[in-house]
């Protein structure tokens, strides 16, 4: 008797009904399932493959510092293809966001070249056979 009355029930605003593939329209997939895809694909995956693509190119340093640049990215890409509107006070922070990592890069850079030896003026020694 319960099992009855609860499957009987109506489903209210908000709750999901969960229905098998075959009872969709004609798609294999429905657009919520697709939005996700994309959004895992776009959002996760690719991003995580060029990040660790950077690593094998640059210095840990350097790429965490460059990875500093990504919320500014985020907002720049949201005005360009969302058409949101950028705030003052958004503007200023992108711009002292991209400065400071500018700024941190390049110290980075000169301090690391000021501790490394210059190989070309050290003599080389044949390996031992």
């Known amino acids: 008797m319960n099992e009855h009355r609860n499957s009987s029930r109506k489903r209210g605003r908000g709750q999901a009904r969960f229905e098998p593939a075959e009872s969709r329209d004609r798609w294999l997939i429905s657009y919520a399932d697709l939005v996700t895809l994309l959004l895992a694909l ?67 850079s000169t301090s690391s070249r000021r501790e490394s030896p210059d190989r070309s003026a050290t003599p080389r020694t044949p390996k031992a056979p």
């Open 42 to 108: 776009f959002s996760t995956l690719i991003p995580f493959a060029l990040f660790y693509a950077g690593l094998r190119r640059l210095p840990a340093t350097q790429t965490g510092i460059l990875a500093t640049a990504e919320p500014v990215i985020a907002v720049v890409s949201a005005a360009l293809f969302l058409g949101e509107s950028l705030g003052f006070m958004q503007n200023v922070g992108a711009v002292m966001v991209l400065a400071a990592s500018a700024m941190t890069s390049a110290r980075d």
